[in-house]
């Protein structure tokens, strides 16, 4: 990481993002979420409840330029006397995301590959490290797309927050796009590599499309 340090050019926050995605939201035990979310140690008997959550992103366009994203959030934690959201474990498909996203943000992000392709009506997602493809999703989206957008939403209920370097990085990304109802029809997904969500309930599911994502910069505090 230090040598990407070096090599790889800075872009600092505030990001725009642009592209299309899908959030899946499941129901999980709290010993799931312990055990198997990816949590880190001391943060494990701070998860707040047995939701988690799924995204898989293709920005278009970023600062950091196009890239691909797989990210899990195990709901909410409590830190520093209030809860946010963590993401405690994320690949995508860049250097320049994997090391700005962890300076910018403290987002643990690792390189991985992403093969995104369509068939019968459905768009099949592979992500993989060197030979081993270690999550597969095949999704359907289904019309029609209604708008949604962040600014109903409080910052308190949006702050994402990540340790890292001995510090807690909050952030409340906000954004706007459009969204369509979707279905998981399959995935197949390595426990070793990332929370194996099959083992939980699938609560519900959506394509944003056209969506609009602003990552400001973030708020640093020593942990």
């Known amino acids: 990481m230090l040598n990407q340090m070096k090599t790889v050019p800075r872009v600092s926050a505030p990001w725009q993002l642009r592209g299309t995605g899908y959030i899946l939201l499941f129901r999980f035990s709290r010993s799931f979420l312990r055990e198997h979310g990816f949590l880190m140690a001391e943060w494990e008997s701070q998860v707040a409840g047995g939701f988690g959550t799924v995204m898989i992103v293709d920005y278009q366009q970023s600062d950091a330029g196009p890239y691909q994203e797989l990210l899990f959030v195990p709901g909410r934690v409590r830190l520093h006397q209030r809860h946010a959201y963590t993401i405690s474990k994320i690949y995508v498909s860049t250097e320049s995301s994997v090391v700005n996203g962890r300076s910018n943000w403290g987002i643990p992000k690792e390189l991985a590959q992403f093969d995104i392709t369509q068939s019968g009506g459905l768009e099949h997602i592979h992500i993989s490290q060197g030979n081993k493809t270690f999550a597969s999703f095949s999704l359907q989206a289904n019309r029609p797309s209604f708008p949604v957008t962040t600014a109903v939403i ?68 020593a942990s």
Do not use: C, W
């Open 154 to 221: 409080p910052s308190t209920f949006r702050t994402i927050a990540q340790a890292y370097q001995g510090q807690i990085f909050y952030t409340a990304p906000s954004g706007r796009g459009s969204m369509q109802h979707a279905k998981l029809r399959h995935a197949a997904i390595d426990p070793a590599y990332f929370p194996d969500v099959t083992q939980g309930r699938l609560i519900t599911a959506g394509k944003v499309t056209n969506f609009n994502l602003e990552f400001p910069e973030a708020q640093v505090v």
